[in-house]
């Protein structure tokens, strides 16, 4: 027998997130990556990387534990939080991924404008599925775009989110095929 080759993007959401939002986010996964989905929660909570002084969650010790619990088969596992996200040099952060690497998170407070009850209308719904499809690309190796309208364009706020198409341009989806092939020699 030939050992379970890792193949499967796993969306871990931690908190609630309607059925209709995961699917949508399943589908789009599944039309830019081509890699089967599924859904399995990997973390209870996030307590472990709360900042009390900043009233946040640190992402990058939430991706080591995703990136630690991922499972034999998952190539990819993309995490979907409610809770504000941080990284040290910056306010806040729509998500983070480790580059090439396993782990990405989204968060959906600020594309959301600060609620956190999930408006399950567009553009919000839209927005958070950009940010998924954009957090996995670093996951694929893609770095920030320069091209305004491609997925892999670093957005700063909501309407920077909202000018991207749903798209990779030529370039991206060139070094994404790239890494495809990379991936399935390995
Ligand atoms: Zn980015
Ligand atoms: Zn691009």
């Given at each position: 027998?030939?050992?379970?080759?890792?193949?499967?993007?796993?969306?871990?959401?931690?908190?609630?997130?309607?059925?209709?939002?995961?699917?949508?986010?399943?589908?789009?996964?599944?039309?830019?990556?081509?890699?089967?989905?599924?859904?399995?929660?990997?973390?209870?909570?996030?307590?472990?990387?709360?900042?009390?002084?900043?009233?946040?969650?640190?992402?990058?010790?939430?991706?080591?534990e995703l990136a630690?619990?991922?499972?034999?088969?998952?190539?990819?596992v993309?995490?979907?939080?409610?809770?504000?996200?941080?990284?040290?040099?910056?306010?806040?952060?729509?998500?983070?991924?480790?580059?090439?690497?396993?782990a990405?998170?989204?968060?959906?407070?600020?594309?959301?404008?600060?609620?956190?009850?999930?408006?399950?209308?567009?553009?919000?719904?839209?927005?958070?599925?950009?940010?998924?499809?954009?957090?996995?690309?670093?996951?694929?190796?893609?770095?920030?775009?320069?091209?305004?309208?491609?997925?892999?364009?670093?957005?700063?706020?909501?309407?920077?989110?909202?000018?991207?198409?749903?798209?990779?341009?030529?370039?991206?989806?060139?070094?994404?095929?790239?890494?495809?092939?990379?991936?399935?020699?390995?």
């Open positions: 027998m030939t050992p379970v080759s890792p193949h499967t993007i796993i969306i871990a959401p931690i908190g609630d997130f309607t059925p209709e939002l995961l699917d949508l986010i399943r589908a789009e996964i599944k039309r830019i990556y081509a890699f089967p989905t599924e859904v399995r929660p990997l973390l209870e909570d996030l307590e472990f990387a709360f900042n009390p002084n900043r009233n946040q969650y640190h992402s990058t010790p939430i991706l080591e630690r619990k991922a499972p034999a088969d998952a190539i990819k993309l995490a979907l939080v409610q809770e504000d996200l941080f990284i040290p040099i910056l306010t806040h952060v729509y998500g983070e991924a480790q580059l090439g690497g396993t990405c998170i989204v968060s959906t407070i600020r594309l959301n404008e600060g609620h956190r009850s999930l408006n399950t209308q567009e553009p919000y719904l839209g927005r958070i599925i950009k940010e998924a499809i954009h957090e996995l690309g670093h996951t694929f190796n893609l770095r920030h775009c320069r091209e305004h309208t491609c997925l892999m364009h670093y957005c700063r706020n909501e309407s920077d989110v909202d000018r991207k198409s749903d798209q990779l341009c030529r370039y991206c989806k060139v070094l994404l095929e790239d890494e495809m092939k990379r991936l399935e020699v390995k």
